[in-house]
């Protein structure tokens, strides 16, 4: 194609980018987000952060890859870079996680933890479950078992995360926790 032409398509596939993202924007709104599957959802936060790439193609690499949006939230920055994510997306990946860990935390906090178990569980797995090194996280709790804080006290290796008793006691101190919960994940890695 002779680069005139080329120049003068390049605004056109521009404009059509601009509107078949403007119909999946409509689209989600229309029918709600819970009803897209997790190619299209990621294709929509991909939107925001990735310019001039096939979107749906991307989101569709990444899953192929890395196999759930959590695994793609977590994942180390330079195994995105293969996929040409930017730190535009990379920010953007990390801040919805951080926003799910906060929704799940919203959840637990101030409401008395050992009487609403799966929160808990919930909250842990929603803290921990993408995370590629092990981590010793302890919750503190007051004397009517409602949570006061969570702190991450260490992070390992793939395989190992030291603990030490006194640091546990110090903060537990700190926090004037009546008990406390010790969370401990085994992180595992795809084949």
């Known amino acids: 194609m002779p680069s005139c032409l080329a120049e003068a398509a390049a605004p056109l596939a521009g404009c059509r980018d601009w509107i078949y993202r403007q119909h999946r924007r409509d689209r989600a709104l229309r ?6 599957g997790d190619e299209e959802l ?6 925001h952060a990735v310019d001039r790439l096939d979107t749906a193609a991307l989101a569709g690499r990444l899953l192929d890859r890395f196999g759930t949006l959590g695994d793609i939230l977590a994942a180390d920055p330079a195994q995105l870079g293969e996929f040409e994510v930017d730190a ?11 926003t799910g860990r906060r929704l799940a935390e919203r959840k637990v906090k101030d409401m008395p933890v050992l009487t609403n178990w ?6 842990c797995h929603t803290a921990l479950a993408h995370e590629k090194t092990e981590q010793f996280r302890i919750l503190f709790l007051d004397r009517k078992n409602v949570l006061i804080a969570d702190e991450l006290q260490q992070r390992g290796t793939i395989d190992h995360t030291p603990v030490y008793p006194r640091e546990v006691v110090k903060r537990a101190l700190a926090h004037n926790a009546a ?5 401990h994940n085994h992180p595992t890695r795809p084949d």
């Open 118 to 123: 799966q929160q808990l569980i919930d909250y």
């Open 88 to 98: 535009a997306a990379l920010v953007l990946f990390r801040a919805i996680r951080e």
């Open 31 to 36: 029918g709600g987000l819970e009803l897209l």
């Open 42 to 47: 990621l294709e929509l936060v991909l939107f």
């Open 179 to 183: 008990a406390l919960i010790l969370v």
